[in-house]
């Protein structure tokens, strides 16, 4: 975390991860995590354990990440930024364009901003198909830091009109 508040603009970020959950057991472990706790911004970011199981129906996926955004809205965040879910061998490439073009549709029906992470490739992933390496944790921060920095640090400049 040092090292990825070093980039960012503006604040500090902290990271929990909850490994091997699925988007709904990850609502749930959001309302706990967050409790009282008011956050400027949150970035959701999924893996593809709902993807890999499946009798899941992509849209009800699709919903429950999207109830993750809505959870915390409900708990005071202002901004919610949902990342794409990445490439991985295990994910028919189709299933997982139909998957990411569907949250990118219901980020912008809920207010929410989405983190388009189409620059991994099979190099960014260990040999199990699904964890990331050290560059693709690189890659993955970058995006992040990125897309931020972009949306956070916006200046609307209005220019003096002279009569």
């Known amino acids: 975390m040092p090292e990825f508040n070093k980039y960012l603009a503006v604040g500090k970020a902290e990271f929990e991860a909850f490994s091997g959950a699925t988007a709904n ?10 409790g009282n ?5 949150a970035i959701i970011h999924v893996g593809v354990n709902n993807l ?6 992509y849209s009800s996926i699709v919903k ?3 109830d993750i955004g809505n959870t915390c809205k409900k708990l ?3 901004n919610i930024f949902i990342s794409s879910i990445l490439f991985s061998y295990k994910i028919d490439s189709s299933i997982l364009n139909f998957v990411n ?6 980020c912008i029906l ?29 890659v ?14 916006q200046t609307h400049w209005v220019p003096y009109l002279k009569q």
């Open 140 to 153: 993955l921060a970058n995006n992040f830091i990125h897309f931020v920095n972009s949306f956070l640090c």
């Open 76 to 78: 005071g965040t202002k």
């Open 52 to 57: 890999l199981n499946s009798s899941e129906n």
């Open 25 to 34: 057991s990850l609502n749930n472990k959001v309302k706990k995590s967050l």
């Open 64 to 66: 429950s990440i999207i």
């Open 110 to 138: 809920h207010g929410f901003h989405f983190i388009n992470n189409n620059n991994f490739d099979p190099s960014n992933l260990w040999s199990d198909g699904l964890h990331l390496n050290e560059s693709g944790k690189v």
């Open 37 to 41: 706790e008011k956050i400027d911004s």
């Open 101 to 106: 073009k569907s949250l990118y549709d219901q």
